[in-house]
């Protein structure tokens, strides 16, 4: 058999090329997001914005592929490059013409990217993750810049945050790359004004080149204002005038798993890293009058070096904690607890997840808030090689409702 060979020196990228060319068509506007937290809930945010002012939008990454005529699952946060441009050519051909994806650190150090026309792209935030795959944080970053370095081409448009420690190094690889920048954050073109906490949401006044406006977001927590405001400066990015964004941002509502209720004060949040296990503790903390309780646990076969510091956390700021199985995986989830447990002693251990759900829900009183982290939109356990079904949010639900259940 004939076998044609092709020599490259990069052949992930000469592959993401192909790729690209050989399905050719992508939706006309594309933006892209990387970061340690928040990827998921800003793309989601962008779609809601474009569809809010009649566009045909869509998001793509770790929810899968989400637009009104395709929908889809994916195995990874950034799908390897063919099925990426597989995607990308179904929903140029089902009519979606806007297309907001993340761009994971993974995905751009193995350059699967390569080839996808960025028109707009956005950094939220950098802190631990990963790191049993990339040497360092430095190199976590690095890959991320790949983003603005490389992916997208000359002349885009960077949204970065205003008050990050990396934003003057960010900003002049995009200056030098020809691109512009808009910031979001304090005293950035996009700004959070005032913030107001309300018992299910909170009610923004925002400031976006120089328009102003009031908006009520029925979601929780700082972090997810701080997302509002990166969605908005990425859709101003690709060509909205702020005026619009503003009115549109006002329809927002909550993407699956993150910090979503349950009712009867449990909240399930994605939190699998020790930034954002920080950031849920402390949005629920203003709405607990009472006791504030969190369940979480580690996935086996990542960086093993984030689960005391997350044990550490989740003790310094939870009034009680329960640790528990997460996603194993090849690992023996008795020593992953254990290694948690190392940073917050005090916890309750529980391997059994759902036997720890219903203890920490029995332990809730009427002014009581329970955190379940880690899982967020996720319906299946990963023990050894097996998925077995479980669903945080039905979980809860169940047990909240006195019923057997899962």
Same mark, same amino acid.
């Given at each position: 058999?004939?076998?044609?060979?092709?020599?490259?020196?990069?052949?992930?990228?000469?592959?993401?090329?192909?790729?690209?060319? %050989?399905?050719?068509?992508?939706?006309?506007?594309?933006?892209?997001?990387?970061?340690?937290?928040?990827?998921?809930?800003?793309?989601?945010?962008?779609?809601?914005?474009?569809?809010?002012?009649?566009?045909?939008?869509?998001?793509?990454?770790?929810?899968?592929? @989400? #637009?009104?005529?395709?929908?889809?699952?994916?195995?990874?946060?950034?799908?390897?490059?063919?099925?990426?441009?597989?995607?990308?050519?179904?929903? *140029?051909?089902?009519?979606?013409?806007?297309?907001?994806?993340?761009?994971?650190?993974?995905?751009?150090?193995?350059?699967?990217?390569?080839?996808?026309?960025?028109?707009? *792209?956005? %950094?939220?935030?950098?802190?631990?993750?990963?790191?049993?795959?990339?040497?360092?944080?430095?190199?976590?970053?690095?890959?991320?810049?790949?983003?603005?370095?490389?992916?997208?081409?000359?002349?885009?448009?960077?949204?970065? +945050? #205003?008050? #990050?420690?990396?934003?003057?190094?960010?900003?002049?690889?995009?200056?030098?790359?020809?691109?512009?920048?808009?910031? %979001?954050?304090?005293?950035?073109?996009?700004?959070?004004?005032?913030?107001?906490?309300?018992?299910?949401?909170?009610?923004?006044?925002?400031?976006?080149?120089?328009?102003?406006?009031?908006?009520?977001?029925?979601?929780?927590?700082? %972090?997810?204002?701080?997302?509002?405001?990166?969605?908005?400066?990425?859709?101003?990015?690709?060509?909205?005038?702020?005026?619009?964004?503003?009115?549109?941002?006002?329809?927002?509502?909550?993407? +699956?798993?993150? $910090?979503?209720?349950?009712?009867?004060?449990?909240?399930?949040?994605?939190?699998?890293?020790?930034?954002?296990?920080?950031?849920?503790?402390?949005?629920?903390?203003?709405?607990?009058?009472?006791?504030?309780?969190?369940?979480?646990?580690?996935?086996?076969?990542?960086?093993?070096?984030?689960?005391?510091?997350?044990?550490?956390?989740?003790?310094?700021?939870?009034?009680? /904690?329960?640790?528990? &199985?997460? @996603?194993?995986?090849?690992?023996?989830?008795?020593?992953?607890?254990?290694?948690?447990?190392?940073?917050?002693?005090?916890?309750?251990?529980?391997?059994?997840?759902?036997?720890?759900?219903?203890?920490?829900?029995?332990?809730?009183?009427?002014?009581?808030?329970?955190?379940?982290?880690?899982?967020?939109?996720?319906?299946?356990?990963?023990?050894? &090689?097996?998925?077995?079904?479980?669903?945080? $949010?039905? /979980?809860?639900?169940?047990?909240?409702?006195?019923?057997?259940?899962?």
């Amino acid at each position: 058999i004939d076998v044609a060979v092709i020599e490259d020196p990069e052949p992930r990228r000469r592959l993401s090329l192909l790729a690209a060319r %050989f399905f050719g068509a992508q939706p006309r506007v594309v933006a892209a997001v990387t970061g340690t937290s928040g990827k998921s809930s800003i793309v989601d945010f962008v779609r809601q914005i474009w569809t809010a002012l009649g566009r045909n939008g869509a998001s793509l990454g770790t929810l899968g592929v @989400n #637009s009104a005529p395709v929908r889809r699952e994916l195995a990874h946060t950034t799908p390897d490059p063919v099925v990426l441009h597989q995607a990308l050519a179904d929903l *140029a051909a089902a009519g979606v013409d806007h297309l907001a994806l993340e761009a994971s650190s993974h995905g751009l150090e193995q350059q699967r990217l390569d080839g996808v026309a960025v028109r707009a *792209a956005a %950094f939220t935030n950098l802190s631990r993750d990963h790191l049993d795959y990339h040497a360092d944080e430095e190199a976590y970053f690095l890959a991320k810049l790949r983003l603005f370095e490389v992916v997208m081409a000359p002349g885009g448009t960077a949204v970065l +945050p #205003s008050a #990050s420690d990396l934003t003057d190094r960010l900003s002049a690889v995009c200056r030098a790359r020809g691109h512009d920048v808009l910031t %979001f954050g304090a005293g950035g073109d996009v700004d959070l004004l005032r913030r107001d906490v309300r018992p299910d949401g909170q009610q923004l006044k925002i400031s976006a080149m120089g328009r102003q406006a009031e908006i009520e977001l029925p979601l929780i927590g700082a %972090f997810q204002a701080e997302n509002v405001l990166c969605a908005i400066a990425l859709v101003i990015a690709c060509g909205e005038t702020a005026t619009a964004v503003l009115g549109a941002a006002g329809h927002l509502t909550g993407v +699956p798993g993150r $910090m979503q209720s349950t009712g009867g004060g449990v909240y399930v949040d994605y939190a699998h890293k020790p930034e954002a296990l920080r950031a849920a503790i402390t949005a629920l903390r203003p709405h607990a009058k009472g006791q504030l309780f969190v369940v979480f646990g580690c996935g086996g076969d990542r960086d093993r070096g984030k689960r005391v510091q997350m044990g550490q956390i989740a003790a310094a700021l939870a009034d009680q /904690v329960v640790v528990t &199985d997460d @996603n194993p995986r090849g690992e023996d989830p008795n020593q992953i607890r254990a290694e948690i447990m190392a940073g917050c002693p005090a916890a309750v251990e529980i391997g059994d997840r759902r036997a720890a759900i219903a203890t920490a829900i029995g332990w809730l009183g009427a002014d009581d808030v329970l955190l379940i982290a880690g899982k967020g939109h996720e319906t299946g356990q990963r023990v050894g &090689d097996v998925t077995h079904p479980f669903d945080d $949010m039905d /979980v809860a639900r169940v047990i909240l409702r006195g019923e057997e259940g899962p």
